[in-house]
Nanobody
Framework: QVQLAESGGDLVQPGGSLRLSCAASGSIFSINTMGWHRQAPGKQREWVARITRGGTTTYADSAKDRFTISRDNDKNTVYLQMNSLKPEDTAVYYC?????????WGQGTQVTVSS
């Protein structure tokens, strides 16, 4: 059994920053790709960023130049540093991890960008 737990969501003003974390625990042999999706109210879930075990990163256009994904393989943790936040970044952010051809998801953490 694998569990993912996100943290770091909060209410922040436009232009502010947040750092999300997601720690994987349980029966983990090796985590391949880790990443983040988000879902805004009334919208479909959308992919935000991913990072391979080797550190190769890919971003959605909405996240480029503002968000940075990173990971600590020793801690089985992935991070999402979000800068210059906009109201349209308001969403529940979900992390995922690919482990042995299965994809696991966290429960989500709320990010609200508002003045």
């Amino acid at each position: 059994q694998v569990q993912l737990a996100e943290s770091g969501g909060d209410l922040v003003q436009p232009g502010g920053s947040l750092r999300l974390s997601c720690a994987a625990s349980g029966s983990i042999f090796s985590i391949n790709t880790m990443g983040w999706h988000r879902q805004a109210p009334g919208k479909q879930r959308e992919w935000v960023a991913r990072i391979t075990r080797g550190g190769t990163t890919t971003y959605a256009d909405s996240a480029k130049d503002r968000f940075t994904i990173s990971r600590d393989n020793d801690k089985n943790t992935v991070y999402l540093q979000m800068n210059s936040l906009k109201p349209e970044d308001t969403a529940v952010y979900y992390c995922y991890a690919d482990i042995l051809n299965r994809q696991y998801w966290g429960q989500g953490t709320q990010v609200t960008v508002s003045s």
